[in-house]
């Protein structure tokens, strides 16, 4: 089944204590992005990758980093979270311009 | 840069038609619709592109004014399934597809 799956789903941790979301998709996507939803905002994005060790920051990156070492994987690391990070988070691919999205289910993130 | 959505928010009977609208400031190359239900992932509903071309999965329809960078989507008939948050996400026309989304159209069929 093509799907983008998302690790953890849910995840509660304290300020500082570094971790990563990860995100892998099975359909030989070029394009990989990471959003963040929060109430009334919208999605808005973080980051975004157009292939293997090409990334680029998206509107709202400061205190995200990620990778993409290999093309079914895009990690979001979070080094020093802080409660502001507190959000829900989606993974989506793309095969390239103009076609859809695929969003993965959403990492519940809480920042205490 | 975030495309701008309208109305906030629609409530229509089961079976009335409703549009919902998606504006940008920025010259694009497509258009994409999604809906989201409460505590879910965004699903794919229509993609538009620049030149007229739609790409789409369910029965809906939507047009997309490339002059006035303006998209609409058509909820006909509509039933109680299409409850939920609409999302337009407009890529500009370098084509990198880095979608930049709007806030939502929150719409609720009621029976």
């Known amino acids: 089944e093509a799907q983008v799956t998302q690790n953890p789903r849910y995840l509660i941790t304290v300020t500082g204590k570094k971790l990563t979301v990860t995100c892998s998709q099975n359909m030989n996507h070029e394009y990989m992005s990471w959003y963040r939803q929060d109430p009334g905002l919208g999605l808005r994005q973080i980051y975004y990758?157009?292939?293997?060790?090409?990334?680029d920051k998206g509107d709202v990156p400061e205190g995200y980093k990620v990778s993409r070492k290999e093309k079914r994987n895009f990690p979001l690391i979070l080094e020093s979270p802080s409660p502001n990070q507190t959000s829900l988070y989606f993974c989506?691919?793309?095969?390239?311009?103009?076609?859809?999205?695929?969003f993965g289910p959403g990492t519940r993130l809480t920042v205490l | 840069q975030q495309p701008v959505q309208s109305p906030q928010a629609v409530i229509l009977r089961e079976g009335e038609d409703a549009v919902i609208n998606c504006s940008s400031s920025?010259?694009?190359?497509?258009v994409h619709w999604y809906r989201q239900k409460h505590g879910e992932a965004p699903v794919f509903l229509m993609i538009l592109l620049k030149g007229g071309e739609q790409k789409g999965h369910e029965k809906i329809s939507a047009s997309f004014n490339e002059k006035k960078q303006q998209s609409s989507l058509y909820l006909t008939a509509s039933q109680l399934s299409y409850s939920g948050t609409y999302f337009c996400?407009?890529?500009?026309?370098?084509?990198?597809?880095?979608?930049?989304f709007g806030k939502g159209n929150q719409v609720v069929v009621i029976p």
């Open positions: 989506a691919s793309s095969l390239g311009s103009g076609d859809t999205q695929y």
């Open positions: 920025k010259a694009l190359y497509s």
């Open positions: 996400g407009t890529e500009p026309q370098s084509g990198n597809n880095r979608l930049a």
């Open positions: 990758s157009m292939n293997v060790e090409v990334t």
